[in-house]
């Protein structure tokens, strides 16, 4: 009775471990993705916006009008406008500077969702993933600029 009580035991914690370990690399695997993503636009790298966001993309954001100081939306980007945007930093040689923020910070994990922020230069961007088999890809981003944040 005794083994089997510390077999149970041994059983239980292997699934646990095994549960958490693979959140730790869902995690992982996330972050990676939002870093590809940042980079991409900071180092005008097209083939890591490739890789991170999916063709069907949706991007909007809200930019603070320096004259108004007010908000307005700044339109839809789309995922080839994304990687024609990282190409031209990449021509250009218009890259973030050295000390720009780039935090990602994953939010919640689930089973084919997740959700992530991520702290950039032109401000904050919530991130939408999705999970294809065993690898993740943004969906959907929308974003608020300046990093300043309204009182």
Known sequence: MKTIKIITLA????VNFQLKAQEVSDKQKIEEVCLNYLEGFYEGDATKIEKSVKPSLYKYGYWKNSETGKYAGEGHMTFQQAVDYSKRV???KSFAKEDAPKLVEVLD??????????????????????????????????????LQKED
Not at 11 to 14: A, P, T, V
Not at 121 to 140: A, F, H, K, P, V
């Open 11 to 14: 059983l239980i914690f292997l």
């Open 90 to 92: 990449l021509e250009n």
């Open 109 to 146: 994990v689930m089973n084919h969702i997740a959700v992530a922020k991520v702290t950039a230069w032109w401000g904050y961007d919530y991130l939408l993933l999705s999970r294809t088999e065993d690898s993740w890809i943004i969906e959907q981003a929308l974003w608020e600029g300046p």
